[in-house]
């Protein structure tokens, strides 16, 4: 089990940490910044620095077999710390902060398009969601503007954690979310954007929608009769 200090602080770049374990899947911490691939985000990038000043290049971090369990890629060249080393753990910042700005973003899609999403994913620079829409085609224009709109409102983003019971006691909250909870499954967290979209999400997000800046619909494609792919760009980086 690893602390997973992202869930609480997406902005936390660093942090001092121990390897518990080092196998051939890659390296455990007990604590750590690195976001491992889930929910449609990749997995993060960075370097885990030793207390003899050598560094051991991250390339991709994964979900290990138990809930909480984060594994850290190494390089294939590099050689992995031993486990009760000391590490510093460091992410590819700039590269993180363009995957939570567009991850945001495609909260925002959502509240723009109406129906359900089927699929999606949050690249370096773009984005895609998959829409269940019926019939007629969408408005890459419109999209475009109701997104950027509430963009530049600047809306509050944050984490806000629920349980069962509190779900039960104000079903109000599912009526307004994209995406049902998973019920059974004890303190959920749930992503809220003030007044704009509601819904459960273990993703890292910027603080405000105005972080993320102008974005463009780059293609909306036919994937089935039912399917709408709306693809989409940071308009500069
Ligand atoms: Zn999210």
Redesign the pocket.
Same mark, same amino acid.
């Given at each position: 089990m690893t602390e997973l200090l992202f869930r609480d602080d997406a902005y936390t770049r660093s942090c001092a940490a121990w390897v518990t374990a080092v196998d051939e899947r890659g390296i455990r911490l007990d604590r750590t910044v690195f976001y491992p691939t889930g =929910?449609g985000q990749p997995g993060d990038s960075g370097v885990l620095r030793l207390a003899d000043g050598t560094t051991v290049d991250i390339v991709d971090t994964v979900k290990g077999d138990s809930a909480d369990e984060v594994i850290h890629v190494p390089a294939p060249d590099a050689v992995p710390p031993q486990p009760g080393a000391e590490v510093t753990a460091e992410i590819d910042w700039e590269r993180r902060h363009r995957l939570m700005r567009m $991850?945001t973003c495609l $909260?925002l899609l959502c509240a723009v398009v109406p129906g359900a999403v089927t699929g999606g994913s949050v690249g370096d620079g773009r984005g895609r969601l998959d829409f269940d829409v019926p019939g007629a085609s969408l408005d890459k224009d419109a999209i475009a503007a109701g997104l950027n709109r509430l963009i530049a409102e600047g809306h509050a983003v944050a984490p806000r954690w629920i349980d069962d019971a509190e779900l039960e006691a104000h079903p109000e909250l599912v009526r307004t979310m994209s995406v049902k909870p998973p019920t059974g499954a004890g303190k959920i967290r749930l992503?809220e954007i003030a007044g704009v979209d509601l819904q459960p999400?273990g =993703?890292t $997000?910027v603080r405000n929608t105005a972080e993320i800046g102008p974005v463009e619909i780059t293609k909306i494609e036919n994937k089935g009769r039912q399917n709408r792919r709306i693809n989409l760009a940071f308009v500069s980086s």
């Open positions: =929910g $991850h $909260h992503l999400c =993703g $997000h």
